[in-house]
């Protein structure tokens, strides 16, 4: 079984850059589609993007299109969201999850606990 560890949240300024990362533990992350999702306060939990297990494809919300890049290191079993031009809707926990159903039918199965990101105007 896989587990999952989000790491990389904080508290900055609208217009600011940050880098979630997403490290595997248990059992090789390479097989998984990998998947970033957050929760705005008060609010449900939101697809943000995707990463299938070669890290050839990639989808992402159109709320975060062009300005989040989802990206993989299958050697450090590590998935990483770099976000830029961070907005304070951006606000929110964000969570790693990983579905052993290879895309277009990701099954998230697997999560990890969240890092909290505050983004302040």
């Known amino acids: 079984q896989v587990q999952l560890v989000e790491s990389g949240g904080g508290l900055l300024q609208a217009g600011g850059s940050l880098r979630l990362s997403c490290a595997a533990s248990?059992?090789?992350?390479?097989?998984?589609?990998t998947g970033w999702f957050r929760q705005p306060p008060g609010k449900e939990r939101e697809f943000v993007a995707a990463?299938?297990?070669?890290?050839?494809?990639?989808a992402y919300a159109d709320s975060v299109k062009g300005r989040f890049t989802i990206s993989k290191d299958n050697a450090k079993n590590t998935v990483y969201l770099q976000m830029n031009s961070l907005k304070p809707e951006d606000t929110a926990v964000y969570y790693c999850?990983?579905?052993?159903?290879?895309?277009?039918?990701?099954?998230?199965?697997?999560w990890g606990r969240g890092t909290q990101v505050t983004v302040s105007s």
């Open positions: 990463i299938s297990w070669s890290g050839s494809n990639t």
């Open positions: 248990g059992r090789t992350f390479s097989r998984y589609g």
């Open positions: 999850a990983a579905s052993l159903v290879p895309e277009p039918n990701y099954v998230w199965s697997i």
